[in-house]
């Protein structure tokens, strides 16, 4: 069974740009979440979907957002990308229940100029 | 506010040197406590989940047990390819719908041959 699938796998920006990232789940799976993984901050919740849903909400701005297809596949957007933003963006799937465990996929690495 | 902390932050061994790091963690309900390794540019990949104070689990070289106050992982006879971050996370009740994983910063493991 194919694992979760991140594109692309690295990024460069300039600071105001926007940028949007995809995660392909792994088959069956209806539930996506999002996490950015700093040195200093670890990793930390974004948001997470379900059936097109969000069911979920981290404490970040609004310049973060995202979206799930029908066909559970998800992408996550930042606009108006500031200098902080330069971190390791995960994104894991799920069946979608509870404690169900959460598939990482490899990340996508966003430098921010 | 669900909090997670992992101790030691780093620790190296030698192989064969038998250890445990800890995880302590502060939630309202416990739904699952989960482990991830992750190596050095990649997503976490999954190890373990934990529901309930008393339960444990074995993968090879790995025990992982649960309290009700923190987790510990075991690793008896670690090799130099156990050398990994380890990541602790948690999700929480909340009464309905609560997915997010809520992450402790990890120990760097090093384990010298």
């Known amino acids: 069974k194919a694992g979760v699938t991140q594109t692309p796998r690295y990024l460069i920006k300039t600071r105001g740009q926007q940028v949007t990232l995809s995660c392909s789940p792994i088959?069956?799976?209806?539930?996506v979440s999002w996490y950015q993984q700093t040195p200093g901050q670890g990793l930390q919740f974004l948001f997470e979907?379900?059936?097109?849903?969000?069911?979920n909400k981290g404490n970040f701005p609004g310049r973060f957002s995202g979206r799930q297809f029908s066909n559970s596949r998800s992408e996550m957007n930042v606009s108006t990308l500031e200098l902080g933003d330069s971190a390791l963006y995960l994104c894991?799937?799920?069946?979608?229940?509870?404690?169900?465990?959460?598939?990482f996929g490899p990340g996508t690495r966003l430098l921010v100029l | 506010e669900d909090q997670v902390t992992q101790s030691p932050e780093a620790l190296r061994l030698q192989e064969g040197e038998s250890s445990s790091l800890n995880c302590s963690y502060t939630?309202?309900?416990?739904?699952?406590l989960f482990w991830y390794r992750q190596d050095p540019g990649k997503g976490p990949e999954f190890l373990f989940t934990l529901y309930s104070a008393g339960e444990e689990k074995e993968k090879e070289r790995l025990k992982a047990t649960l309290t009700k106050k923190e987790s510990f992982l075991h690793i008896t006879a670690p090799k130099p390819e156990d050398s990994a971050t380890y990541l602790c996370?948690?999700?929480?009740?909340?009464?309905?719908?609560?997915?997010?994983?809520?992450f402790g910063k990890g120990t760097l493991l090093t384990v010298n041959p």
């Open positions: 979907y379900f059936s097109e849903t969000q069911r």
């Open positions: 088959s069956g799976h209806r539930s």
């Open positions: 894991a799937s799920s069946l979608g229940g509870n404690a169900e465990t959460q598939y």
């Open positions: 939630v309202s309900g416990l739904r699952g």
């Open positions: 996370a948690v999700q929480a009740e909340r009464g309905g719908s609560n997915y997010k994983l809520t």
